[in-house]
């Protein structure tokens, strides 16, 4: 059974969250929600994670807290960076974060981001290649990166996307690399989506 | 402002009672998440709402419990149902919540239904009219109403819808119906839904 680690922290946008986790539930894959605490954070010494409060103000009990060492690619097979402005300053500006990325690509595990959550890609000092983002990250992704403005962006193991309207295409398509296009197909069904949008 | 209660229980889907609540956020409604406990509940005391756990296993901290007296259509504008088979039960068998749906439907304001949720339109007695729900209870809903499939149907102040894949122009719908078609299209604008979807 494939395995992903999902980001979380306060300021996280919650559906991209939410449909992400949820779809990839869906398709079989364990997921576990991991929270980043931010900078003023650092410093408290917690016995469980704290709720993150979502970009919208919808309040999240993550799974575990995010560690270098429980979060590896030894033991998942994606790691994902919700975006929500807020939220994914504090992932993609944490080092350990940019060391992960940089080991789940090294050792061929995807990485998904979306919407500000690209900016990771970029914290963590990826090669140039092509990416998306939210258009409201556009100009501090494109001198560094093959910049597209298509829903989801596969690049090798690396899956960007743009925000909250492109998330069911986002996840959609992890299911598929993770799970096969069958899989895909059978996970959009009970979903119901209107004719000619993602089914 | 329009101020919208939204109603969670165990086993909700979570990414139609998110989807729902960060998009009327986003169009400035003012929601409040409401936690509707199951029957085994009923008897224990709490002092402050418990999390609800989704259908896929995301951990949702509601905004406060569920009363007849709190939720009531002098203080909200909308009422939503989310769907989740085992959240929907919860939901559309309480008593105290099918005589709210009657009540907001009697004074003018806005019912959302989404998913399984739309058997609170039968379980509260509604009138037969166009309707829609998740296709898994179109059998427990065609007698009573006169059925439809689109996406979203709206029959007057009832909106109901089929799933996750349509919650995004469910929740639009109801950004329009309360805020007006240029709030709608502001909202969906930075969702960056992908071309000829729900833009």
Known sequence: ?????????????????TITYDTLVRAGVSCASAYVPSGADNDASF????????SRGINILPDMFFSPQDCTPDKFDLLVIPGGAKGAETISTSSPVQHLVRRFLDEGKFVGMICAGS????????????????????????????????????????VTSRGPGTTFPFALTLVELLCGAEKRKDVAGPMVFPPNTFA
């Open 47 to 54: 016995t469980s994670p704290p709720f993150a409060r979502g």
């Open 119 to 158: 900016l990771a890609a970029k914290t963590s000092g990826l090669a140039k290649q092509p990416i998306t983002s939210h258009p409201s990250v556009k100009s501090e992704l494109e001198k560094n990166f093959d910049y597209r403005e298509d829903p989801v962006v596969v690049s090798g193991k690396l």
């Open 1 to 17: 059974m494939a395995k992903a680690c999902i980001l979380i922290a306060d300021g996280t946008e919650e559906m991209e969250f």
